[in-house]
């Protein structure tokens, strides 16, 4: 799912500059230690495995002309190693029709990468915040349904009025207890970096520290980061690292510029990263080609640099 860094290991892996001005030069995520990881050649060897959003073919699989059987299937022609179910567009969450597809899974040998929902943390409203709760355990519960280990959650943006202290208290509770509850099932649940409060590193790795859970984790989301004078967007993925679990891939920032996606995954291979990099096909609206064409050429790139960089 991921691995973890000692810190002095972390530092010699991308510098101490990238972590200049950052929490995490304060202490290392020491709740994610385990005896796995703190075997030095283990952690030292990457583990990237090549999977595909279900986001990335949403508009087919919206208007019907994809399902999730067909999304599993596409992988097996794919060669990818896993899908990533993104629970907006699933038919009905009854559990005869989620083991149906963890059993087509497991007949065509697809892994789930995880789950993603859309449950926002940030609201001032407590009676909101219980019901957001509520939300991810029921996303937790299909996840592990489903027979995944991970579940995209987001913290949201910054309404009006709100300060930054305010928000970051609020996605901390939230956190907490939905970390609580998937630590029973042995589900992670990973923060995405989407949105107007997770858009730096900084802010990220204060939550995950303040969090304090083996089951909290950052959603390296790559593109959503805003580069700063004092650290660009590659230099705060390299901070996230040791928090990192299932990676969304895409080939352009925000602003349609296209990524070093080979720098990318030195970044995730010099880490010893063990986790998904999961296309998700999303080029700026008005750009890019359909679907049905442009994910495959994705997930070609992804499988090529998974293949150059990971020890598997």
């Not at 149906?100 to 899974?105: D, G, P």
């Not at 995880?114 to 409203?125: E, I, K, S, Y």
């Not at 900084?202 to 980061?225: K, W």
């Not at 928090?243 to 291979?269: E, N």
Request: glycine share 8%.
């Amino acid at each position: 799912m991921q691995s973890t860094i000692a810190r002095r290991e972390f530092l010699k892996t991308i510098g101490a500059g990238a972590l200049a001005g950052t929490t995490l030069g304060r202490g290392a995520p020491l709740a994610h230690a385990t005896s796995a990881e703190l075997n030095p050649d283990l952690r030292k060897k990457p583990r990237l495995l090549a999977s595909c959003c279900a986001y990335s073919y949403r508009e087919l699989i919206a208007n019907g002309k994809m399902t999730y059987e067909d999304l599993i299937l596409k992988a097996v022609e794919l060669g990818l190693d896993a899908v990533d179910m993104t629970v907006y567009y699933l038919k009905s969450t009854d559990p005869k029709y989620l083991d149906s597809l963890r059993h087509l899974a497991y007949k065509n040998a697809v892994t789930f990468s995880g789950a993603a929902c859309g449950a926002t943390m940030v609201q001032a409203d407590e009676a909101k915040r219980e019901d957001v709760l509520r939300q991810i355990k029921n996303w937790v519960d299909v996840t592990d349904r489903l027979g995944a280990a991970h579940l995209r959650i987001f913290a949201g943006d910054l309404p009006p009025g709100v300060t930054m202290q305010q928000a970051l208290a609020w996605t901390v509770e939230t956190m907490k207890a939905a970390c609580d509850y998937s630590a029973e099932k042995g589900i992670m649940l990973g923060l995405e970096d989407h949105g107007k409060i997770t858009n730096s590193a900084d802010v990220c790795l204060e939550i995950m520290q303040r969090v304090n859970s083996p089951y909290a984790g950052i959603t390296l989301d790559i593109t959503h980061f805003i580069s700063t004078p004092a650290r660009d967007a590659y230099e705060q993925i390299a901070a996230c690292m040791p928090y990192a679990t299932v990676a969304h891939i895409r080939d352009q920032w925000d602003d349609g510029k296209l990524l070093d996606l080979d720098r990318v995954w030195r970044l995730f291979a010099e880490a010893g990263h063990k986790g998904f990099m999961s296309v998700e096909y999303s080029p700026p609206e008005g750009t890019g080609e359909p679907a049905i064409t442009g994910v495959p050429k994705l997930i070609a790139k992804v499988q090529d640099l998974c293949r150059k960089y990971s020890s598997v």
